[in-house]
């Protein structure tokens, strides 16, 4: 029997009659369904992985009994990472590396038992850092008081690059709030390796946003612009159309107005406090009476004037053409005892008795109704104090003014925002470099309000080896009567001088190698 198997080309022809197991044609024949089925000798008993690639690969039968192979996400193709992930309920991100996946797929169901503790997130944070070669160091902080739902999570990262440092964040946050409990709120901080020089160029320009509380006031404007044709003047037209102002929450006492006349129209402005707008976050209304004898046409604007950085800024929160019917005015005497006079009318009638004045129901129009700034959701900062803005995003943004960029690396060129109770400047803030601009921001709560009011400027540290010159914008937005405002809190040109490279300072280099021929300093983020 062996001597006929050594002469037989496949080792199916064993099973067939003896007639035919010396049949070469027969043997050729069935060598490829052997190969299919069960393999050549030579990847016999082999356990391996078949890919698109694999040279050889073994026979079905070999295939079916290294299927296990195929559940091990470690061992198993990378195309069949997203199946493996369907089997444990998880979503896989297209932005992840190969070896990301792997791990999460190996070790995703023991963490389910960790979700929504602080435990499970530092765990699910290490991993993907750390196969993604950023290290694995994750720090979560939750022990705020009275902010029972907030945290903070701090990622150390052994990369500054920029590109990767946002891409990292990004990712980072789709993976916290895929996992963090569902009333909780939480801030992510990002510690990269950063320089010093031993000889700073830099100018900081100190600004701020808004006066003590007790210190601020607003200023609500209504301005009456009658259309051309029309025949009263306008200085009696200030005291019989009459303007009232009222809070929609609650009523306020207001000093006299300031009332500016001009040749086409009158201003009536009212001076209100920080607790005013403090107590009608739901806003203000506007009533009119037309106390003249005719109809009044024209247009209505209401305007709010608050201060940022002590520069007077305006929004309009209302224009509309207007239409007023007159109202009654009765005479009547002054202090002096003079008689004023009205717009009485007394209808004659056949019947004396039935003379009469009439007067209107409602002297007052229906009011106009504005809102000042949104109300945030959690109002009370400390006792007596109430916000009435809820955020504010300041924005830095630098112009080089010289053309020939060639010579200059905007990434040497460091803009950050800095306050004095923080440590803010110490991180990359979301930053963007496009032509010959730097533009950084920063959003600032209303819990923050009160700390950083007076205390904020903006930093511009040089490192490129020529001098730059540019300007410095720093503007603010925020809602005002639902609308994104954005107003300009300061305006400055700027001249940084040089920093030559072994004014740098040196931490990689030998003693007395002060730069290399090429004029480049080691430091310890490489060559500069």
């Not at 239409?323 to 209808?347: Q, W």
Request: proline share 5%.
């Amino acid at each position: 029997m062996n001597e006929k198997q050594s002469k037989s080309v496949s080792s199916y022809q064993q099973y067939l009659p003896a007639v035919l197991q010396e049949d070469d044609f027969i043997g050729q024949f069935l060598l490829a369904f052997e190969k299919i089925l069960s393999g050549g000798s030579e990847t016999s008993s082999k356990k391996q992985i078949i890919t698109k690639d694999t040279y050889n690969p073994p026979g079905l039968e070999e295939i079916i009994d290294n299927i296990h192979l195929y559940f091990n996400p470690q061992q198993t193709p990378e195309e069949f990472l997203p199946w493996l992930a369907d089997w444990v309920a998880l979503s896989l991100r297209n932005d992840w590396k190969v070896e990301v996946k792997r791990q999460f797929i190996q070790q995703i169901v023991g963490l389910y038992r960790l979700r929504g503790t602080k435990a499970g997130l530092i765990k699910i944070l290490s991993i993907y850092l750390k196969e993604s070669g950023f290290g694995e160091k994750v720090e979560v902080f939750d022990q705020f008081r009275n902010f029972p739902n907030y945290f903070q999570v701090q990622l150390t990262l052994n990369d500054r690059d920029p590109e990767k440092y946002w891409r990292q964040a990004k990712i980072a946050k789709a993976i916290i709030d895929r996992v963090k409990p569902a009333q909780t709120f939480y801030s992510l901080k990002i510690l990269v390796p950063t320089m010093q020089l031993t000889k700073p160029s830099q100018v900081v320009f100190p600004f701020k946003l808004f006066e003590y509380l007790q210190n601020q006031t607003f200023f609500i404007e209504v301005k009456i612009n009658p259309q051309e044709n029309n025949t009263v003047p306008v200085n009696q037209l200030a005291k019989q159309l009459v303007i009232q102002l009222q809070g929609n929450s609650k009523l306020i006492n207001l000093d006299s107005p300031h009332i500016i006349i001009d040749n086409q129209s009158f201003t009536v402005k009212y001076k209100l406090n920080y607790q005013s707008l403090a107590d009608n976050l739901k806003g203000f209304n506007v009533k009119l009476s037309n106390r003249t004898d005719k109809y009044f046409v024209g247009d209505l604007a209401i305007n709010l004037y608050f201060y940022i950085n002590e520069i007077e800024h305006r929004k309009t929160l209302l224009e509309q053409p207007i239409n007023l019917s007159p109202v009654l005015k009765i005479c009547r005497l002054n202090s002096a005892e003079e008689m004023i006079e009205g717009n009485t009318i007394f209808k004659l009638t056949n019947q004396p008795q039935e003379s009469a004045m009439r007067i209107t129901e409602n002297p007052w129009t229906q009011p106009y109704n504005v809102q000042t700034f949104a109300a945030p959701e959690r109002q009370e900062l400390q006792p007596e104090i109430t916000a009435i803005i809820e955020k504010l995003e300041i924005e830095a943004i630098l112009e080089v003014a010289q053309t020939d960029l060639d010579n200059i690396d905007l990434n040497k060129i460091i803009l950050r925002l800095k306050d004095d109770v923080s440590d803010f400047h110490l991180f990359t803030p979301e930053t963007s470099i496009e032509n010959n601009q730097i533009t950084i921001k920063r959003t600032i709560y209303y819990q923050q309000f009160l700390q950083t009011i007076d205390k904020l400027s903006v930093t511009i540290k040089n490192i490129n080896n020529i001098d730059i010159t540019g300007k410095l914008t720093v503007q603010a937005s925020l809602n005002i009567n639902h609308n994104l405002s954005t107003y300009k809190l300061l305006e400055k040109n700027f001249n940084i001088a040089k920093v030559s490279p072994q004014e740098i300072l040196q931490i990689c280099s030998n003693v007395g190698e002060t730069h290399n021929e090429d004029e480049t300093v080691l430091t310890i983020l490489g060559t500069i």
